[in-house]
């Protein structure tokens, strides 16, 4: 079966420094990623992860460790249009199939 | 170039009527996912299409199903909606397997 799991909540203040963790456990495994989800919009995307190790894009690095089944998503330089839903999803395209698992999602709430 | 557009966006349907949701993928996307999400589950995968064929399904009943065209675009279909049908609906496109570029979703409330 899959299950991919991260905390539900995060609080972090502004200019801070925040991880958010994911791990999962599932058959077939081609990548993860991390989307951005604000309130009533459609998910964005935001870094992809197949090797492991670090992926840095701008304020965005995403972390992988395969054989852990984990990853994190770190987000430096905080700003309060970074309160969202962040949203770690794994990729099995087994069969020639595409198919994206989600775990249920992390709130982060920015505050001054 | 344009993004992935759902229509309608919006939706209210009473139980037991059917309803139809369109999907126009990127152009140039052949890989057309559906997801729906809801506050409790969060998003999960319904079916994607490739070339107008179903590849791969998950685990929802017979009453969710889909199809594709040959430009690409892709419709889903829910008959004798349920109250519990109440969702966000949100579809995908993706090239060669990469990253899934998302629509703005289809809102469906059921009454």
């Known amino acids: 079966g899959q299950n991919i799991d991260q905390p539900t909540e995060m609080t972090a203040t502004e200019g801070a420094i925040v991880q958010i963790n994911c791990t999962y456990q599932t058959s077939g495994f081609n990548g993860l990623f991390w989307y951005q989800q604000h309130a009533g919009e459609a998910p964005t995307f935001l870094s992809y992860?197949?090797?492991?190790g670090l992926e840095e894009k701008g304020r965005f690095s995403s972390f992988l460790s395969r054989s852990k089944g984990y990853s994190y998503l770190l987000l430096k330089e905080l700003q309060m249009k970074d309160s969202a839903s962040y949203l770690c999803a794994v990729s099995s395209s087994g069969a020639g199939s595409y198919q994206l698992t989600f775990g249920k999602g992390t709130k982060l709430s920015v505050i001054p | 170039k344009a993004g992935v557009t759902q229509t309608p966006r919006y939706l209210i349907k009473t139980r037991g009527q059917q309803v139809t949701l369109s999907c126009s993928p990127i152009?140039?996307?052949?890989?057309v996912s559906w997801y729906q999400q809801t506050p409790g589950q969060g998003l999960q995968f319904l079916f994607e299409?490739?070339?107008?064929?179903?590849?791969n399904k998950g685990n929802f009943p017979g009453r969710f199903s889909g199809r594709q065209f040959s430009n690409s675009r892709s419709e889903m279909n829910v008959s004798t909606l349920e109250l519990g049908d109440s969702a966000l609906y949100l579809c995908?496109?993706?090239?060669?397997?990469?990253?899934?570029?998302f629509g703005q979703g289809t809102r469906l409330t059921v009454v």
């Open positions: 299409y490739f070339s107008e064929t179903q590849r």
């Open positions: 992860n197949v090797l492991d």
């Open positions: 995908a496109s993706s090239f060669e397997n990469t990253e899934a570029f």
């Open positions: 152009s140039g996307h052949r890989s």
